[in-house]
């Protein structure tokens, strides 16, 4: 059982920067594949980022609208996923998760196993 931790969130300007962070424990960290979602009330949950696991060099893969902007990384001593996003937009406004699943990266909320509580990030115009 993996348990998820996300922190980071907040409220920024538009054109600022925050990085998010998700604390993973009680499982095998470098072998998940771990991934970020956003959501807003009344919309589904958007794909917004994932790693890979470590085996597979840590790939990374990132919807359109986040490209050039958002960077996941991880820190596999620490147990722990960072999405660092820059020039954020009033549009990037929403709770922010981060989940993992076993080896291979998706882009499916149902295709993750496991998931954190979440982080209110809010852009202001």
């Known amino acids: 059982q993996v348990q998820l931790v996300e922190s980071g969130g907040g409220l920024v300007q538009a054109g600022g920067s925050l990085r998010l962070s998700c604390a993973a424990s009680?499982?095998?960290?470098?072998?998940?594949?771990m991934g970020w979602f956003r959501q807003v009330p009344g919309k589904e949950r958007e794909f917004v980022a994932f790693?890979?696991?470590?085996?597979?060099?840590?790939?990374?893969y990132y919807a359109d609208s986040v490209k050039d902007r958002f960077a996941i990384s991880r820190d596999n001593p620490k147990n722990t996923v960072y999405l660092q996003m820059n020039s954020l937009k009033p549009e990037d406004t929403a709770v922010y998760y981060c989940?993992?699943?076993?080896?291979?990266?998706?882009?499916?909320?149902?295709?993750?196993?496991?998931w954190g509580q979440g982080t209110q990030v809010t852009v202001s115009p």
């Open positions: 989940a993992a699943r076993w080896r291979a990266g998706m882009v499916v909320p149902s295709d993750y196993a496991y």
């Open positions: 009680g499982g095998s960290f470098s072998r998940y594949a």
């Open positions: 790693i890979n696991w470590s085996g597979s060099g840590g790939t990374t």
